[in-house]
């Protein structure tokens, strides 16, 4: 009874070793669309930013008349663009304009200018058109600042902000310090806010098609949920580590035998 005893115990480790054991194929980046990974290529592609309510603009006016961008932009222009380019400053109200749930912008001397819902060339355009009729300017320069993305799970929480004006997946996980070994690549979710409402959007980032993708950009706002691999308790993540669990697990059962039996 013995031998048949310390078998079972060596092909229930072995069992447990060989479905638990983390392959190259669940971890890598830009795998090719097969064996279970899925292919994006009939899904949206990338569409500029629509602004929404709460967003926040950085404008700046040009103008050879010196009045009229002290009018718009006040003193220290530059000084001003540095700080709404970080997003970071305390004072960020007194030189940026939010949306407002009308959808407008309160703009000095042309009132409210409806925004939502354009991209920022559109922004650009409309700005430029609203201030003609009252002063002559060259050009107008629309910026979204204080925009983040968060990402949450997997031992990677954290808020971060947006280094430029598109950050694609794979830079934002970069910049969280990469998906962490056990972090389940395959089921990766990411909460959007859209015209429609809030929406989950689940997504393989193991697939190379994942660049051609409504996934491949993140918008202001993006929360990416992480979730562990379900092999995360058992998983093991090279040869000698699974040989040494299944060592482990023999020993146990020897020991466990010629206490009971």
Same mark, same amino acid.
């Given at each position: 009874m013995r031998k048949p005893f310390i078998q079972l115990l060596f092909i229930i480790a072995l069992t447990l070793q060989l479905t638990s054991c983390i392959t190259t194929h669940q971890i890598n980046y830009l795998q090719p669309a097969k064996n279970f990974i899925p292919a994006y290529r009939d899904?949206?592609?990338?569409?500029?930013?629509?602004?929404?309510?709460?967003?926040?603009?950085?404008?700046?006016?040009?103008?050879?008349?010196?009045k009229t961008n002290v009018l718009f932009n006040g003193a220290g222009n530059s000084s001003a663009q540095?700080?709404?380019?970080?997003?970071? &400053?305390?004072?960020?109200?007194?030189?940026?304009?939010v949306i407002q749930a009308n959808g407008s912008i309160q703009f000095p001397l042309v009132g409210e200018v409806k925004l939502m819902g354009k991209t920022i060339r559109e922004a650009k355009e409309i700005l430029e058109e609203a201030i003609k009729p009252i002063l002559k300017v060259n050009s107008v320069d629309v910026r979204m600042v204080s925009r983040s993305f968060s990402i949450i799970g997997a031992g990677k929480s954290g808020r971060f902000p947006f280094p430029r004006e598109k950050v694609n997946v794979y830079q934002a996980l970069a910049l969280a310090g990469d998906l962490g070994f056990y972090a389940d690549r395959s089921k990766v979710k990411i909460l959007r806010v859209t015209g429609k409402g809030n929406e989950i959007k689940t997504?393989?980032?193991?697939?190379?098609?994942?660049? &051609?993708?409504?996934?491949?950009?993140?918008?202001?706002?993006?929360?990416?949920?992480?979730?562990?691999? &379900?092999?995360?308790?058992?998983?093991?993540?090279?040869?000698?580590?699974?040989?040494?669990?299944?060592?482990?697990?023999?020993?146990?059962?020897?020991?466990?035998?010629?206490?009971?039996?």
């Open positions: 899904t949206v592609f990338y569409r500029d930013y629509r602004l929404k309510e709460g967003d926040r603009l950085f404008v700046q006016v040009y103008s050879m008349d010196e540095m700080m709404a380019g970080s997003g970071s &400053n305390d004072n960020l109200d007194l030189i940026t304009y997504f393989d980032i193991r697939s190379k098609d994942i660049i &051609n993708s409504e996934f491949y950009y993140l918008e202001p706002d993006d929360v990416i949920f992480l979730q562990p691999m &379900n092999q995360q308790f058992f998983g093991v993540s090279s040869f000698w580590t699974a040989v040494s669990t299944i060592v482990t697990s023999y020993s146990f059962g020897v020991i466990v035998y010629k206490s009971f039996f």
